[in-house]
């Protein structure tokens, strides 16, 4: 396993869902946060194939296929990596919203609808033992792999979306945290992206304001 990936495979998965994990990969956007500088958990194409195999996106198949098609297209790569990260960006400011109960953006919906036309070709029913199952095409060119890439993510965030589990998304609740998760606590009260990060530096703030 390469640095790379070692580095990628420490990025924790608490969101309950791949697109919310995607979403969380950098900090420092909330509005208000005392952060004052943006940092990004992804550098690199190539870490965001392996934060895909991380979550679990890709096989381990499709991961060497792809980590191949973007060293061989080390002049593309660049454009492809800017192009997924504002796609991450989009889908957070339309997360967020929804999250903190205010309008969201028509542009950001409609960003979002235009990559689930644009990718629809990517996605492909197939034959299984039980019947039959959605999957991906496999990547052979570095625009399909983009493709490919784009619509897992904009399919799950559809999928989240249009479905009950919207009304469980909350945004931590650390103001210094950009961290979405769908709460499926049994009580419904989950605060804290991480409890055991998060929550202790609030109780830690809590405790030294109390001194």
């Not at 796609?87 to 950001?108: C, K, N, Q, T």
């Not at 034959?127 to 039959?132: D, K, L, Q, R, T």
Request: proline share 2%; with cysteine; net charge positive.
């Amino acid at each position: 396993m390469s640095v790379g990936q070692l580095k990628i495979n420490a990025i924790r998965l608490v969101g309950g869902v791949s697109v919310l994990d995607y979403l969380n990969t950098c900090d420092g956007r909330r509005p208000g946060t005392s952060l004052t500088a943006v940092v990004d958990k992804l550098s690199s194409l190539e870490e965001i194939v392996h934060w895909f195999l991380h979550a679990g996106l890709i096989g381990e198949a499709e991961h060497a296929r792809c980590v191949d098609l973007v060293q061989q297209s080390s002049w593309h790569s660049l454009t492809a990596f800017k192009q997924l990260i504002a796609f991450r960006e989009s889908l957070y400011r339309l997360f967020l919203s929804v999250a903190l109960g205010e309008p969201v953006d028509a542009r950001e919906l409609e960003a979002l609808n235009e990559v689930l036309v644009s990718t629809a070709s990517q996605r492909v029913l197939i034959s299984i033992p039980a019947g039959f199952a959605w999957t991906w095409r496999r990547c052979e060119t570095l625009d399909g792999m983009i493709s490919g890439f784009m619509g897992r993510i904009a399919f799950q965030a559809a999928a989240l979306l249009s479905s009950a589990d919207l009304a469980k998304l909350k945004l931590c609740a650390l103001p210094d945290c950009d961290w979405l998760f769908v709460d499926t606590s049994k009580n419904g009260r989950r605060r804290w992206c991480q409890m055991n990060v998060c929550g202790a530096k609030e109780k830690a703030r809590r405790a030294v304001g109390h001194c």
